[in-house]
């Protein structure tokens, strides 16, 4: 499997390319901004962008949604409770992020679903709590965790469709209920380290004891 963390944008976004060399079709996790260069890198190695993943539609996540579709053709994917979302922000909130609209979902995934490239496979875990239709990610040795559960921290549940009590409930119940040594892939830079363990945020992460 090839994977790429890319930060990008403002809000120190992590962009993640998934692939299968052997195939050459992968994916791209929350493309927020610098399309351009998530694409060069995906290049690089071989890899053809099939599926725009977003692990919720906010629009810190989405902005990058219509460049890199119409450059690649790539389907959007995203969980259905979040399905609105990719086309209802406000056109104040995109000025404010200098965004721009983010295309409808083309694949509406639920908790459970897969999706695949090549031979690499991730499965949907769905992880309300920061939004309605927050999802976290999930192959062998990796959970791409979205704004579900940061290194040392956890999203906000401050926000309109947001619940610390069901979030608090799904980190433990479907992350950390994975295996110790996972490797977590956070939805942005805000901890000490860009990426950590399952292991390490059952010990250390405060929000999590």
């Given at each position: 499997?090839?994977?790429k ?7 120190a ?12 079709e992968?994916?791209?996790i929350?493309?927020?901004a ?25 629009v ?22 979040d ?17 721009k ?10 908790d ?12 949907v ?36 469709g947001?619940s ?5 409930r ?10 110790d ?7 942005h830079?805000y901890?000490?380290s ?13 929000f999590?004891?």
């Open positions: 499997m090839f994977l963390q890319m930060q990008v944008g403002h809000m976004v992590f962009a993640y390319i998934v692939g299968d060399p052997e195939s050459g992968g994916l791209v929350d493309p927020a610098d399309v351009d260069g998530i694409l060069r890198e995906a290049e690089k190695k071989g890899i053809r962008v099939k599926y725009i993943v977003n692990t919720h539609g906010h810190d996540h989405i902005s990058g949604n219509q460049e890199m579709k119409k450059m690649t053709g790539a389907l959007i994917v995203v969980h259905e409770a399905a609105d979302m990719l086309v209802s922000t406000p056109a104040m909130v995109l000025r404010m992020f200098g965004a609209p983010s295309p409808p979902a083309d694949i509406m995934v639920s459970g679903d897969t999706i695949a490239v090549g031979s690499v496979v991730l499965d875990l769905h992880t309300p709590g920061h939004t309605p239709g927050g999802i976290c990610l999930y192959t062998d040795g990796y959970v791409f965790t979205g704004d579900t559960l940061f290194v040392g921290a956890v999203g906000r549940t401050d926000l309109p947001a610390w009590t069901v979030m608090y799904l980190i433990k119940e479907k992350i950390l209920t994975l295996p040594d996972t490797i977590v892939l956070p939805g830079n901890g000490s860009p990426t950590s363990t399952v292991g390490r945020e059952k010990r250390t992460n405060p999590l004891r």
